[in-house]
């Protein structure tokens, strides 16, 4: 039984920081936490600085993996964790009764989706789970003098409960069908053998547990709310690194530890994407709210990723991980931009963007190249990651799903252009520039650069994640 | 061919200046001109330059330029024209040089921001023109689409807020659903040889089962056939050409349309027997396009609306030249599509000349222009006798050779179709009297000609190109032709096979 712990090196910077920062929050006095911040992304780029020298292979006897996969997700979660963390040190000039915990624990929460990523085992991915989900439901309601933030908390909390129960429960029946947890003893088990019920109702628990953190259909309920409620800092961690989390938890689960079944899940996940799909996009045409239209336009987006769950295939897992890296981007921007623009404007309606082309070139650019990237516009990154999911579900003959994702295409145009019409189409109400200053300036054109570059020139990426798709099954 | 892109010369240039015009001060609006013009002119004397040094011989694509963009899927920047793409290319830089001339007279306001998605949009133009690589093809499909968001919503006329919409919605569903069918392609045509790879070339050289190829024509057929606008798809086309400024109408109508019909004749080379299958189908829409088109445009009293669903009347001419699936008729549809470009690239430019000064585009709020406009009543009357097919421009020859082409294979239709030159003549002929001829009336005393050069290079530059392809045709019908006949006969040996 080996331990191997220097596979865990990043999670323990990561953890380090996150602890020495609920230290230093004892010390210092009230008011300001500013520094804690930038402790957080100093920290978070140790652990990145870390990550090229990890070798691949077990650890803690056999819970935890560290392989060409799990990199590539912490590196997801290494680039949202700078950024959200930047995020938050815009935001926190506008709250009162600012508290330190704030960074500590959203940097617990991003070790835990680093543990996410490298699970290999049943329990560890349970143990890890729950880590990131207090982590999140204790940020989704740290705002607790406001209400909406105080009911968004709530909801996340209960529907996160409830989810949870559902895996708890799917993963107790793998385990009386196998008598094993680790993923791959289960994969193994499984190999060759006919789906009893017990599996089956094991694999249906599991994937509707699942569908919690990516905010998809049947527990897609809290994102809206929790989109429009949360601190938008948070918002943004849910919306990057948490789906990006989920993500890979069902490549590693559905892909990985029930792969042999596929053929029992992928037209239950298909039809989940459709109906996903669906709802997500339709129900993001009438709201007026940016930050709730883009919990709607989530789960449109969770429709996608679901749809390269469904054709079960290394193309399907390569899509998934190309399109996570776009939409990591693209939430990234737009939210930057949307804190920015809170900050001086105190409103996230659509219609208070009107003619900010006018008001600020770059602000309205970072919405314009994020939200279009998410909507899937050449020449951007989206655009290439939409894509390759329909490549992935061409190939594998899921045409009416395909159907369904061209048509939402269309949809998820139609809303976000609603955006990029009040932005650039219509005059300012109040003609005064909102100033940015040069950091934010620096970081938007970076994520913009990003966004646009991995949709001229995406050879590499795709390479490189194709490769990596080849070992998932 | 290798040493000089020449391909990727055309295309870069636009797509340079619009990265130069990032860097440019909105207020320095000559050095923004400038850098349209030159760019639009490079493109266009590289256009010509091409036009005389393809190998009409040899015929085949031709200064092929080929690198990996994403080796793991078999994706490739990979360009090449046959003789069908130098036409088309060569349209696209003759409407948008012009459309830089006319944006100059007619956009007062975001100078530097129009020029910068006008020529985003020609890039793509040229793109899907000349890519030789279906992801390429799709990509540069969407970049010629999406600028026209912005165009006609921020400089557009009345409910030009709805007619973006509308027009941007329509024609990415046209894109979404022929993507589908281009991957259905890519996975077959790389199950039949192991290779999985983009390149048209490749993936055009495999047969495919009739059932299959039926099967996918289809989302092809309607994808690109949305933007032809093939009836009954055509909706969005009239309202956005009515909302959109003069130089994107001219682009819209001119070229954007184009894309469609060239669409089309690519998926009838990759796809024959299913093409052969759909052909007649697409005999009787153009019928439908010809005549609703006509008779709505007849029935229009704004002179933008009344162009623009003539454009799809004409349109319908080409389909059915595509339709014949015979020489003649291919290559009049290709010469119609050219030709009707420039004509229509007139027509708008000439409406917005005068919108720009009225700020009315009714055909009734007008009369007796000829008298205060000479210049612009002469050109508008040249443009009306090539929309109605007179001989001696270049309409008049595409025209012939559809209902030759179409005599052959479909008399019926032929002889209906005939009759639709009677509509298109009694609306030009018509809104000509209204407007320019009979009483002048005194609130139009203040209305001035095109004097400038500036004002007169487009007019001058699109009528020449009319009488030059209308009395000496084979300068480009002969390499049309060259692109034309291994289309044909591709198609010909799949019926009989």
Known sequence: MEMNLFRLIPEFIMLGTAFLLLILELFLPKGSRKAFGVIGILGTVSAAISLPYQDYGLALAGLFVQDQMSIYFKWLFVISSVFVLYIVMLYEDKINNWRGEFYSIIVFAISGMMMLASTNDFVSFYVSLEFVAICLYVLAAFLSDSRVTSEAGLKYLITGALASGFLIYGISFIYGATGVTGFAEVAKALQGVEPTGFVLIGIVLVVIGLTFKISSIPFHVWSPDVYQGAPTPVTALLAAASKAAGFVVILRILFGALGPMKGEWMAFVAVISGITLLFGNLAAMPQKDLKRLIGYAGIGSAGYLLMAVAAASELGAGAIMFYLLTYVFGIIGTFTAIVVFHNSEGSDLVESYAGLYKRSPLLAFSLFIGLLSIAGFPPLGGFIAKFYIFMAAIKEGLWVLAVIGALMAIVAMYYFLLVIKSMYLRQPTNPAPIPVDMTTTGLLYFVNAATILLGVYPGPVTDLVMNIAQGVF | ?497
């Not at chain 2, 091409?50 to 990996?68: C, H, N, T």
């Not at chain 2, 709805?162 to 392609?185: D, K, Q, R, V």
């Not at chain 2, 009677?422 to 002048?440: G, K, N, W």
């Open chain 2, 1 to 497: 061919m290798e040493g000089f892109p020449i391909l990727s010369l055309i295309m870069l240039s636009p797509l340079a200046a619009v990265i130069l015009l990032l860097f440019v001060d909105d207020a320095r609006v000559a050095l923004v001109r400038g850098i349209a013009i030159a760019s639009t002119a490079t493109s266009l004397a590289l256009s010509l330059y091409l036009l005389f040094i393809y190998d009409k011989v040899k015929g085949g694509f031709q200064f092929i330029e080929k690198i990996e963009w994403v080796q793991s899927l078999g994706i490739s920047y990979h360009l090449g024209v046959d003789g069908i793409s130098v036409a088309m290319v060569l349209l696209t830089s003759i409407v948008i040089f012009t459309g830089v001339f006319v944006s100059w007279v007619g956009i007062k306001h975001r100078i530097r921001e129009h020029y910068m998605f006008l020529l985003l949009l020609v890039a793509g133009v040229y793109g899907v023109f000349m890519s030789l690589d279906l992801v390429f093809f799709f990509l540069f499909y969407e970049l010629a689409v999406i600028p026209m968001y912005p165009l006609i919503g921020i400089w557009g006329s009345a409910n030009r807020e709805y007619a973006t919409m509308n027009l941007t919605l329509y024609l990415s569903l046209g894109a979404m659903i022929a993507l589908l069918g281009l991957l259905s392609l890519y996975f077959t045509a790389g199950a039949k040889t192991g290779v999985y790879t983009f390149d048209m070339l490749q993936i055009a050289s495999l047969s495919y089962e009739s059932g299959y190829q039926i099967k996918v024509f289809l989302p092809l057929l309607f994808g690109f056939g949305v933007l032809v606008p093939l009836a009954p798809f055509h909706s969005w086309s009239p309202t956005g050409h009515a909302a959109a400024p003069s130089a994107v109408s001219m682009l819209h109508a001119g070229v954007l349309m184009k894309l469609g019909a060239y669409g089309i004749l690519r998926a009838m080379w990759i796809l024959p027997e299913g093409a052969q299958f759909w052909m007649p189908w697409v005999a009787g829409l153009s019928l439908i396009n010809i005549f609703y088109g006509g008779m709505v445009a007849m029935s229009r009293r704004d002179m933008k609306f009344m162009i623009g669903y003539s454009s799809s009347s004409h349109m319908g001419y080409v389909l059915l030249g595509i339709a014949t699936v015979n020489i003649i008729g291919v290559n009049g549809a290709v010469l119609l599509m050219f030709a009707h470009g420039v004509m229509t690239a007139l027509a708008f430019s000439l409406i917005g000349f005068v919108y720009d000064q009225a700020h009315t585009r009714m055909i009734y709020d007008f009369s007796g222009l000829a008298k205060k406009v000479p210049f612009v009543a002469v050109a508008f009357a040249i443009m009306g006798f090539a929309s109605s097919g007179l001989p001696g421009l270049a309409n008049f020859v595409a025209e012939l050779m559809v209902f030759i082409g179409a005599f052959k294979e479909y008399p019926v239709h032929a002889i209906i179709a005939v009759f639709g030159i009677i509509v298109t003549a009694t609306y030009m002929l018509r809104c000509m009297r209204d407007v320019f001829f009979r009483e002048p009336m005194e609130k139009w005393d203040d209305l001035r000609d095109a004097s400038t050069f500036v004002e007169r290079l487009p007019f001058v530059f699109l009528i020449a190109v009319l009488l030059i392809v209308g009395f000496y045709p084979s300068v480009l019908v002969d390499v049309i032709n060259s692109g034309v006949v291994p289309l044909v006969n591709k198609l010909n040996a799949a019926q009989v096979g």
